[in-house]
């Protein structure tokens, strides 16, 4: 079946700190991949996504590119700010498999100023 | 705002009993997903309809169950609920219901089970 590993958190980071969270990704079919962000009390929200191999997802300065051969959907920002402390998930959605979402566990990130 | 509605936000109540939780989705989407967000499970795919009929199941529990009525609005029924029953739930919504489309999550319900 389909599973998405992402690192555990809570990631701590000082404002303006470059950002990595990793992501993987196990598929039968060939899946569009996505990052959504919930911010706390709130529901989720797109963040990116890509549909390919070689697809860059980019939104708000974070950025992901789908790696196949690596199977691989790395977040990354160059400059986090106190605002973008929040749970990142990522996930995946399998054509094959309908529509519907896969979740990794989600990493808590924390900003601080 | 997603344009995905959940009633309600919050519900109380205790172990045995049975609720129903409310998704109205975005305008034009036929499509309406419901996922469980435990501490335990993480975000789980729960179940799918597409414009009244059940699509897809996923980790969907046989207490509960959910349909979709001809205005598309979706409800997710609990029933003989128990402690570990104690979660978020979201609905989404979009446009169809295979090949890739965008999902667009409600706020949630936070279910307590006391």
């Known amino acids: 079946g389909n599973s998405v590993t992402q690192m555990e958190g809570p990631v701590t980071l000082s404002e303006e700190a470059f950002l990595t969270i990793n992501c993987t990704y196990t598929?039968?079919?060939?899946?569009?991949l996505f990052w959504y962000v919930q911010y706390p009390g709130e529901g989720l929200q797109l963040l990116l996504k890509a549909t390919k191999a070689d697809d860059k997802g980019s939104n708000k300065g974070f950025e992901a590119t789908y790696r196949k051969e690596t199977t691989s959907f790395h977040l990354e920002k160059g400059s986090v700010q106190v605002s973008d402390s929040a749970v990142y998930f990522c996930?995946?959605?399998?054509?094959?498999?309908?529509?519907?979402?896969?979740f990794g566990g989600g990493t808590r990130l924390m900003v601080k100023p | 705002d997603s344009g995905v509605t959940q009633t309600p936000k919050h519900l109380i109540t205790a172990t045995g009993q049975r609720v129903t939780l409310r998704c109205s989705p975005r305008?034009?989407?036929?499509?309406v997903y419901w996922y469980q967000q435990s501490l335990d499970q993480g975000l789980q795919f729960l179940i799918q309809y597409y414009n009244g009929e059940e699509r897809a199941k996923g980790n969907i529990l046989e207490r509960f169950s959910a349909q979709q009525f001809p205005d598309l609005h979706s409800e997710l029924n609990l029933s003989s609920l128990e402690l570990g029953d104690s979660a978020l739930y979201f609905c989404?919504?979009?446009?169809?219901?295979?090949?890739?489309?965008?999902?667009?999550f409600g706020p949630g319900t936070r279910l307590t089970v006391l």
């Open positions: 305008s034009g989407d036929l499509s």
């Open positions: 996930a995946l959605s399998d054509i094959d498999a309908g529509n519907m979402l896969t």
């Open positions: 989404a919504s979009s446009v169809a219901s295979a090949g890739y489309n965008e999902q667009f």
């Open positions: 598929a039968t079919g060939y899946p569009s």
